[in-house]
């Protein structure tokens, strides 16, 4: 069974790729991430799964709870995933286009975990550093894990830096062990 992420490609890369033709970006993306809250909440994931509703009255069903907000390519887009049994894939097709979009646009988004709250200065110098390390805009989003005791992990894309102490012993201890 192919992953999630491989069969949301196709669909992500062409949406991005219309998007970008029709400067529709910010559109495509509220778009995405409000038909991904509808497909990921409860009632709704038992429509989407019931048989006794079809194709028809499900894309009716989605273009009423988005308030008729659907333009005819949103329609035909959110049809060939009903029709494609894929319309369970949508927040995946989502995290794919605006990893595009922040791309194109030359932004990336850094997660960080710190022991204590970031002060506004120390978020600000850790997104100047970050931007010149990158080379692309910065947007933080900071979580608090106080199990890190000290310092900060920092996530962007597949890099990982870990300056927490909790880093710092585990490092440690795997010297004085092996």
Same mark, same amino acid.
């Given at each position: 069974m192919q992953d999630n992420t491989t069969i949301a490609r196709p669909y992500a890369r062409a949406i991005f790729e219309l998007a970008q033709e029709e400067n529709t970006l910010q559109e495509w993306s509220d778009l995405l991430k409000l038909l991904s809250e509808i497909v990921i909440d409860p009632d709704m994931r038992k429509v989407i799964s019931s048989p006794r509703v079809s194709s028809e009255?499900? @894309?009716q069903i989605i273009s009423e709870v988005m308030d008729n907000r659907l333009d005819s390519l949103g329609q035909n887009f959110i049809k060939v995933l009903i029709?494609?049994?894929? @319309?369970?894939?949508?927040?995946? =097709?989502?995290?794919?286009?605006?990893?595009?979009? #922040?791309?194109?646009? &030359?932004?990336?988004?850094?997660?960080?975990? %710190?022991?204590y709250e970031l002060e506004a200065q120390q978020s600000t110098q850790l997104s100047d550093v970050m931007g010149k390390r990158l080379g692309k805009k910065v947007n933080i989003s900071a979580t608090i894990d106080e199990s890190l005791i000290? &310092?900060? =992990?920092?996530? #962007?894309?597949? %890099?990982?830096?870990?300056s927490s102490l909790r880093g710092r012993l585990n490092t440690l201890r795997n010297q004085l062990i092996g």
């Open positions: 009255q499900l @894309l029709d494609a049994n894929r @319309l369970r894939l949508v927040p995946f =097709i989502s995290d794919l286009f605006e990893k595009r979009r #922040a791309e194109a646009e &030359g932004r990336v988004d850094i997660k960080v975990l %710190t022991a000290g &310092g900060i =992990i920092i996530r #962007a894309g597949d %890099t990982v830096i870990d």
